[in-house]
T-cell receptor, first 111, second 115 residues
Framework: SQQGEEDPQALSIQEGENATMNCSYK?????LQWYRQNSGRGLVHLIL?????REKHSGRLRVTLDTSKKSSSLLITASRAADTASYFC???????????FGTGTQLKVEL | GAGVSQSPSNKVTEKGKDVELRCDPI?????LYWYRQSLGQGLEFLIY????????KSGLPSDRFSAERTGGSVSTLTIQRTQQEDSAVYLC?????????????FGPGTRLTVL
């Protein structure tokens, strides 16, 4: 099974609402990262949280990390139609600089 | 500065043909990664280059797949005797390669279709 698994697999919300996506992983990590992908092409890095951090903010993004539960959440506040994309978590488990990506959450923000 | 570039952006080939996909990483990035993404799926790790170290080839799905990185910069992923199941988007990424700084910068991908 995958190191990182996001849930839900798909999420549909109205513009202005908050979107929460969760990521669970299996082995200990150095850091966890969230990426966004539009239209099945290249991914864009959003935020990195280290294993000794519990929460991090970047603009409308809030990421939490619970290493005891091996889980992370990504919260997008006041969502916009432009936030429509797939969101992936990726874990650094210390194997060099390699990341292991999860299965992704497809977010759709409707007007 | 320029980001990661990949070529071609789209490639249609016939089953059994060989294909080469190219990746130009960000200048100065010592780490380079190849991933494969099938429609609606997550990223499947293929291979990872870090500086002059031996590449991590643990994700290559078969011996039809190979990759090289010349001069520590440009990388080429080669798929020999392509099969229909090789159809996917092939993504390349690079990162600075320094310890603790492994944010990856992705190229736009090459969409491969094997007929």
């Amino acid at each position: 099974s995958q190191q990182g698994e996001e849930d839900p697999q798909a999420l549909s919300i109205q513009e202005g609402e908050n979107a929460t996506m969760n990521c669970s992983y299996k082995t200990s990590i150095n850091n966890l990262q969230w990426y966004r992908q539009n239209s099945g092409r290249g991914l864009v890095h959003l935020i990195l949280i280290r294993s000794n951090e519990r929460e991090k903010h970047s603009g409308r993004l809030r990421v939490t990390l619970d290493t005891s539960k091996k889980s992370s959440s990504l919260l997008i506040t006041a969502s916009r139609a432009a936030d429509t994309a797939s969101y992936f978590c990726a874990t650094d488990t210390g194997g060099g600089n390699k990341l292991t990506f999860g299965t992704g959450t497809q977010l759709k923000v409707e007007l | 500065g320029a980001g990661v570039s990949q070529s071609p952006s789209n490639k249609v080939t016939e089953k059994g043909k060989d294909v080469e996909l190219r990746c130009d990483p960000i200048s100065g990035h010592t780490a380079l990664y190849w991933y494969r993404q099938s429609l609606g799926q997550g990223l499947e790790f293929l291979i990872y280059f870090q500086g002059n170290s031996a590449p991590d080839k643990s994700g290559l799905p078969s011996d039809r797949f190979s990759a090289e990185r010349t001069g520590g910069s440009v990388s080429t992923l080669t798929i020999q005797r392509t099969q229909q199941e090789d159809s996917a988007v092939y993504l390349c990424a690079s990162s600075p390669g320094t310890s603790g700084n492994n944010e990856q910068f992705f190229g736009p991908g090459t969409r491969l279709t094997v007929l």
